[in-house]
């Protein structure tokens, strides 16, 4: 079955720096790559995906690219804010199955 | 569109006892998962709903667990008995039948078994 690893487990930047979160998948099947934001004692949320189609997808200060080749893709904030202090999980689907794998998420802290 | 809803929010029980979990999707959407993030890990899928159909229960970790979707609507989740590495926070999905990776979540119920 699929297997998705995140690193770093925890990342600490100072507010306008920028965030990268890194994630690599093992099924070559897998073709869509959602991230997601949890805030604390709130629901996960999609905030971006992307499909195997494309190596890049931007919106406002985020931006997923995807490496097929080497099974790996990275979330991207850039002029972070405090606001964006959140867990980060990355997933990607399970090749045929209709599931989800999740990788074991990111707790992002931005420092005013 | 309302979210979807579970409860309860928090649970504390004792080791052995019995724990029943409930979500309610956003009306209309015919897929519904559950999953579980032990403290500080992945969150694990454990299994999936069609309607009222287990499409897939390949997460769940034994038999302690038992889900159902009587009449495709809501969900619940029984742990009985539970024991301590239960404890974690459950979290609801649902999706429409086309997108079926189309998830909104459920704020999550956090079990701690004692």
């Known amino acids: 079955g699929e297997n998705v690893e995140q690193h770093p487990s925890t990342l600490s930047v100072q507010e306008g720096d920028s965030a990268v979160i890194k994630c690599t998948y093992s099924d070559s099947a897998s073709n869509y790559f959602p991230w997601y934001k949890q805030e604390l004692g709130k629901r996960p949320q999609l905030i971006i995906d992307i499909r195997s189609n494309v190596g890049e997808k931007k919106d406002q200060r985020i931006a997923v690219t995807l490496n097929k080749t080497a099974k790996h893709f990275s979330l991207h904030i850039t002029e972070t804010q405090p606001e964006d202090s959140a867990v980060y999980f990355c997933?990607?689907?399970?090749?045929?199955?209709?599931?989800?794998?999740f990788g074991s998420g990111t707790q992002l802290t931005v420092l005013p | 569109e309302a979210g979807v809803t579970q409860f309860p929010s928090h649970s504390v029980i004792e080791k052995g006892q019995t724990v029943t979990l409930r979500c309610d999707p956003i009306s209309g959407h015919d897929n519904l998962y559950w999953y579980r993030r032990v403290m500080g890990k992945e969150i694990k899928f454990l299994l999936h709903f069609v309607k009222e159909s287990k499409q897939d229960e390949s997460g769940m970790p034994n038999n302690r667990f038992l889900a159902e979707r009587t009449g495709g609507t809501y969900s619940t989740l029984k742990v009985q008995p539970a024991e301590l590495e239960d404890s974690g926070v459950y979290f609801c999905?649902?999706?429409?039948?086309?997108?079926?990776?189309?998830?909104?979540f459920g704020s999550g119920t956090r079990l701690t078994v004692v």
């Open positions: 999905a649902s999706s429409r039948a086309t997108d079926y990776y189309g998830y909104t």
């Open positions: 997933a990607a689907n399970a090749g045929s199955a209709r599931q989800l794998t």
